[in-house]
């Protein structure tokens, strides 16, 4: 079992900054695997940030530029900073993780940026 724990969520005005923490536990090893996605009401989940197989990050179209992912390996944890912020990102933020082939996800954590 993995368990994935988001926080740093909160209100901000447009171009302000937030930094988004994901802290896992449990049978991972490789926090690699974690993304950050969000879910705006009425729209799909979507990718915003990720690491590919051989560790570097990618991003969605919508947040290159201003977002910044990153880990810590030691801890199991892995960031999203965001810039810049607008508020078209807000959104419910989610952290998720794969392992073996099974999708964990956390609680997510609530960002609203107001204009």
């Known amino acids: 079992q993995v368990q994935l724990v988001e926080s740093g969520g909160g209100l901000v005005q447009a171009g302000g900054s937030l930094n988004l923490t994901c802290v896992a536990s449990g049978s991972i090893f490789n926090i690699n695997s974690i993304g950050w996605y969000r879910q705006a009401p009425g729209k799909q989940r979507e990718l915003v940030a990720g690491f590919s197989s051989g560790g570097s990050a990618f991003y969605a179209d919508s947040v290159k530029g201003r977002f910044t992912i990153s880990r810590d390996n030691t801890k199991k944890t892995v960031y999203l900073q965001m810039n810049s912020l607008k508020p078209e990102d807000t959104a419910t933020y989610y952290c998720?993780?794969?392992?073996?082939?099974?999708?964990?996800w956390g609680q997510g954590t609530q960002v609203t940026v107001s204009s």
């Open positions: 998720k993780a794969v392992v073996y082939g099974v999708a964990y």
